[in-house]
Every structure is written in C-alpha cells, then in structure tokens.
C-alpha cells in the first residue's frame, strides 16, 4: 500500500492501469453518473493548476478519505462540489465505499491495495481529459 501523502513520482500518469471499458461505457450510460458537469470556476481551476497538479490532489483524496477499510464519515465524505475531482469521483463512482463497491467490484471493509487506488485515479483522469476536451471543442465551436 501506498504511504501518504503520496509521492506523485510513484504513480506517473503512463503507469496507471488501462480503465475498464465495459465499465466505462456502464458510468456513461448511467443518468446520474454522466450529469456532472465541471462548473466555470472548476474549469478555471483545472486549467489554472493543470492536470498532474489536479491528479494529485486526486491521489490524495483516494488515499486518505477512500483507501482505508472504514473511512471516516463513508457515504458522505466526498462533497458534491468545490474540486475538479470531487465532481469527477461522483461521475465515475469512485466517491464513497459504496459507490466503488457497487461499480468497481472493491470490497467494502477492507483497505484498497496501491493498485485500486491507481485503478480509481485512473478512472478520474480518464474524465477529467474527456471533460477538458469536450469544453476545448465546445469553445472551438463557439470561434470556429
């Protein structure tokens, strides 16, 4: 398991796992899942902080309010906005215990190993690129 705060050179960005497709294209077909939106300000901040930074605040996230067997406040401990990656967790349902469980096959009440936390990061940098292109292609659009 990862010791954190995370060292970010542990997890580069070519070395997180492959998402799962069936599974992705199961998060885009849900209604609740694929209604989140990044707001101006989080647009503004993932532009302005750039996505390794963003991913890292995302590394951290996992690892302190998901990773463990019981986290604190489970259910409740990802707010719904504030962060990129808050929004980003509740799209790819990686927010709570529950969610990861249900969707991702993690068991609940057990510590996720370094290679779930991984997989999780991997699924948030997955829509975090989607979402910037679709808001790069939208803009384009509007000058283009």
């Given at each position: 398991m990862l010791s954190w705060p995370i060292f970010w050179p542990e997890i580069v960005q070519s070395a997180l796992p492959a998402v799962d497709e069936a599974c992705w294209r199961r998060l885009r077909a849900a209604r609740f899942r694929a209604g989140f939106r990044l707001d101006a300000e989080d647009q503004a901040y993932l532009q302005h902080k750039g996505l390794e930074r963003v991913l890292e605040h995302a590394a951290d996230?996992?690892?302190?309010?998901?990773?463990?067997?019981?986290?604190?406040?489970?259910?409740?401990?990802?707010?719904?906005?504030?962060?990129?990656?808050?929004?980003?967790?509740?799209?790819?349902?990686?927010?709570?215990?529950?969610?990861?469980?249900?969707?991702?096959?993690?068991?609940?009440?057990?510590?996720?190993?370094?290679?779930?936390?991984?997989?999780?990061?991997a699924l948030i940098r997955r829509w975090l690129v989607e979402v910037e292109a679709a808001g790069e292609a939208a803009q384009a659009d509007l000058f283009g």
């Open positions: 996230f996992i690892g302190r309010r998901l990773a463990p067997a019981q986290p604190l406040r489970d259910g409740k401990q990802t707010p719904w906005r504030g962060h990129p990656v808050f929004v980003a967790q509740h799209a790819t349902a990686s927010c709570c215990r529950g969610c990861i469980a249900k969707w991702h096959g993690f068991e609940a009440g057990r510590p996720l190993d370094s290679r779930q936390q991984a997989y999780l990061l």
